[in-house]
């Protein structure tokens, strides 16, 4: 695998991300080749299109760029329209004089129409909640990257985590059979009176132990694959091997304090708490502008109509003018509110500290990782070539008489397990070097497109449950169809 290099694309806005340039390039690139086992760029794929905890990111992201037209909508003009029809009955009686009651209907209809237009000409506190609407947008922007990339990291993780498992479950395997054929040879020894019935035991106890080994790693590679499952909501029979030639090499470029510097001005998670700062600051201002006036104009326009025999004709009436409205005194409310909001600009801060102080000590531990992880593969790779040397001397010195079987079993059992070693170290490269970039901001569809390139046509197959579990295990795996939003305006 070639160093992976830092991207040059950094989200800015939210329309970066409503776009969602990331699907179509892995898309694109899933696409290119035949049909054949799934790799990773086809299962990156799924996952961006079906994961549950991306799909709610996203909506929460529409919801809060939602949440800043409502804010606004205060600002432009308010028209409203206001109706009437009434039916009126009346009772009335007069006596004294030479008056008598009569002469004017006792029911009538009337109706009325109301028209009222405003327009807000200065509202500090409205325009403040814009702005404050829009870091939020910020804010949710690089949460929803953090999520894009988790997503990465995680979908490679458990691509990873079963070839992992595959490999040292072929480890197990041949370990079994190798000392399975070491048990029936001490047993014919043992018939023909050339060892002790001890050696026989000491083999069929290794075996036993082998076999349990054997059936861990089968577990191993099923759970594997059904963790992958629930990240993307779909099964893969079989999914492609990594080649043996990617190369292990440190990061590049730079060294421990490049990468330190790239993620302080790269990592989502501490862009998100950098924009949450602004976030409590534009509440802190909210705040504070309702101790201002608000101004506006206003017109209304009201006309009403009856049959009355007392009334004939119509009423109507309009106004345009300037409303102004200063808030005197509050009950301290306002001041409270001010210093409750300041408090909370202040935790934002230390959040943020915080959040940059992981950060930092998150690259450098990863980095040192990754360094280590060189030098540990390369290690791991020596010490299968010596116990090799080792369990080649050993058998022949038990051929020749100078080893016993048990010193036998023992070569054997170092050599697997220096091969199991391996695979874990191998793929604890990958995974800590694909950390290191998501934690460096750094995590994007080229880093998956290089990586599955290392990706060869080998496959490794998901060994179904047993006949007549299938059925249940498909009922216990279905998770259902997501939800589909309304699609209302």
């Given amino acids: 695998m070639m160093p992976f290099r830092p991207s040059r694309h950094s989200p800015r806005t939210g329309r970066w991300l409503a776009r969602r340039a990331l699907l179509p390039a892995l898309t694109a690139a899933a696409c290119a080749g035949p049909l054949q086992a799934a790799d990773l760029l086809t299962i990156t794929r799924d996952a961006l299109d079906n994961n549950a905890e991306l799909a709610s990111a996203r909506s929460q992201f529409g919801s809060v760029e939602a949440g800043r037209d409502v804010q606004r909508g205060d600002l432009l003009p308010q028209v409203n329209v206001s109706g009437n029809v009434t039916h009126n009955r009346q009772y009335e009686r007069q006596t004294g004089g030479f008056q008598t009651g009569g002469g004017l209907d006792d029911r009538f209809n009337s109706a009325g129409v109301a028209l009222e237009a405003t327009q807000a000409l200065f509202d500090a506190r409205n325009r403040r909640e814009v702005e404050q609407a829009e870091r939020q947008i910020d804010q949710q922007t690089y949460r929803l990257a953090a999520t894009e990339q988790q997503v990465l990291l995680d979908v490679a993780g458990a691509y990873f985590d079963i070839l992992r498992a595959h490999e040292i479950l072929a480890a197990r395997r041949a370990q079994e059979r190798a000392i399975g054929r070491q048990l029936e040879q001490a047993r014919e020894q043992f018939e023909v009176g050339l060892i002790a019935i001890t050696e026989v035991d000491e083999a069929q106890a290794r075996f036993d132990q082998s076999r349990a080994e054997r059936i861990v790693a089968e577990s191993n590679l099923q759970v594997s694959f059904e963790a992958l499952e629930r990240l993307t909501g779909q099964r893969y029979p079989d999914i492609e091997a990594l080649n043996e030639e990617m190369p292990i090499v440190p990061p590049s470029p730079g060294g421990r304090d490049h990468w330190v510097e790239l993620a302080l001005g790269k990592n989502p998670l501490v862009l998100a708490q950098q924009a949450g700062v602004e976030v409590s600051r534009s509440a802190v201002e909210v705040a504070k502008a309702q101790r201002l006036p608000v101004i506006g104009a206003f017109a209304n326009y009201q006309r009403a109509d009856s049959d009355s025999d007392a009334i004939e004709g119509h009423d109507s009436s309009s106004q345009v003018g300037l409303s102004v409205n200063l808030p005197l005194y509050t009950g301290g409310s306002t001041s409270a509110g001010i210093r409750q909001n300041t408090y909370l600009l202040e935790s934002s801060q230390y959040d943020f500290e915080a959040q940059r102080r992981d950060t930092i000590q998150q690259v450098r531990s990863l980095y040192t990782q990754v360094s280590n992880d060189v030098s540990t593969v390369e290690a791991r790779a020596q010490a299968i070539v010596s116990n090799e040397s080792a369990l080649e001397a050993t058998r022949s010195g038990y051929e020749v008489g100078t080893r ?37 901001g750094a995590l994007d569809a080229a880093v998956i497109e290089e990586l599955n390139g290392w990706l060869d046509g080998d496959s490794v197959s998901f060994r179904l449950p047993r006949e007549g579990e299938g059925e249940r295990y498909d009922e216990a795996m279905q998770i259902g169809e997501p939800p589909r939003p309304d699609e209302g305006g």
């Fill in 404 to 440: 016993n079987i048990v010193d036998v079993l023992n070569a054997e059992q170092n050599l697997y397990d220096a091969v199991a070693d391996y695979a874990q170290a191998r793929y604890d490269y990958v995974i800590n070097l694909l950390s290191l970039r998501q934690q460096a």
